[in-house]
């Protein structure tokens, strides 16, 4: 049996204004920095002692790890990122605000774009845009994300391709961690969470759109050995 902790980073500075973040390197505000802190809180209370950490290649999840393991005393384990834990890629939507998107192309289509499982945002025809958004946030010059597959750097990706492309690197390292009894936390993105936690939970295409995950609240999964759910729960102050 072994432990998976999964914990969405705190509020950004784009959550905070209500923008879409996706691939955009936001950080966290001053409220995230608290919520982060106080995930470690949890954790430590629940006395939980991990052996492997997990993080995207974004600031708001990195520095999320970072802040809760410190709380929780064990910033000494190993970590790893990946560009497999990103956000989804919100494509055109990345940098727009989420009520004006909702004005413009009304509540229920907005909530389709950002709770579906396989309806695609609005793409960017090319990264140019990424410019406009965030000055030098590019990724297909970010050298962040050289290790990305030819062809596979999105323009805005729903929730089954952000599944997809989480699941070779759960395959690879996390599930191999699990099945060898280790605790592991990863600490990444609302979107990216979703989708892991569809597959853990065996969650369906429809019900998938139901399933929230709150900024800094860590969800604590026992697994058995073929890392099927045993137990969950969400820990909150
Ligand atoms: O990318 C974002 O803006 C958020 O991290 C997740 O946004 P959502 O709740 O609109 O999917």
Redesign the pocket.
Known sequence: MSKLVLIRHGQ?E??ALN????WIDTKLSDKGVAQAKEAGQLLAAEDIQFDQAYTSVLTRAITTLHYALEEAGQLFIPEAKSWRLN??H?GALQGQN?AEAAEKWGDEQVHIW??SYDVLPPLLDSYDKEVEVQGNTYPAFDRRYADVPEGELPLGENLKITLERVLPFWESDISKDLKAGKNVVIAA???SLRALAKHLEHISDDDILNLEIANGQPLVYDLDDNLEVISKKTLSK
């Open positions: 950004s784009w959550n923008l879409f973040n996706g956000e989804r919100y989420k950002r709770r993105h609302g979107n």
